[in-house]
């Protein structure tokens, strides 16, 4: 049997199906591995199951005897925990699991956006805290959905998701901002090459692009200001994509009118004042949060490990 680590605990089914074939090692704690354990773990076991936060980057690489570890099955789409190129360079594959994560991810985009706009997360707070005193005629006054016009950047599986619940389902209109030509957006969008003119054209931006150096800050406050006071930005990506406290003071004075993020910068810890923020809608990283979601990404994760210790290509190579 090939010897296994499983980062974190994933869904009872996966975890049974890893210990039928190989010796697994669970870890307890809930915790991201550090630098020093990731470098380790390298050393220790055939595979790794590694999730968000895990540190496999290029330091934990360096100074390796032995590598021992033929592959980081990674658990979820995102990868920029792991530096690819230095893991490639160890003689270690990376693999992920895109598709299992496509819907979901795009159904919390839609939860954000309505709960931003019609500032749901403000009402229920008033409730649980007793403080309603019934309907009135002004009361909680948002933004209407239907009809109006969002700018997805990055339109890949995730953005184009997104777009088709935008389109169809809220009759809205579609731009988008992406790095290369999309051919099919699977929708009736417009094409924007440039993202501030894309920013200052719709009332609500949605960032679906991947963590990369290239796209790290891709939000700072020139973007801010480009997308207004009357226009809301979500957040489903990764937190780095935004400069957390640039957006906490576009929060702060009014320079949009909120944020709906489910993504940090640097999770847990969130920058000093973003959750006293009424015009924030703040969600504790739920994309992926369903369980036959999360058992799909165990899936893939396992067929990934299991096909490279078999000495087979893995479907999702990154």
Known sequence: MAKVLITRALPERNLARARATHDVTLREETDPLTSAEAHDALSQYDGIV????????????????????????????????????????????VTNTPGAVTDATADIAMTLILSLCRRASEGERIVRAGQWIGWQPTQFLGMHVTGKTVGIIGMGRIGKAIARRCHFGFGMSVKFFNRSIVADPGVP??????????????????????????TRHLIGTPQLQALGPSRYLVNIARGDVVDEPALLEALQTGMIAGAGLDVYENEPFLTPGLTECENAVLLPHLGTSALEVREAMGAMALDNLDAVLSGRVPPNAV
Do not use: M, W
Request: aromatic share 6%.
């Open 50 to 93: 590694p999730t968000l936060g895990d540190a496999f980057g290029s330091e934990t690489f360096a100074g390796l005897v032995e590598t021992r570890c033929k592959v980081l099955a990674n658990f979820g789409v995102g990868y920029n925990h792991i530096d690819a190129a230095a893991a490639r360079a160890a003689g270690v594959e």
């Open 189 to 214: 969008g417009e094409q924007i090459t440039n993202l501030h003119e894309l920013l200052g054209s719709v009332d609500i931006a949605v960032l679906a692009v991947p963590a990369s150096p290239a």
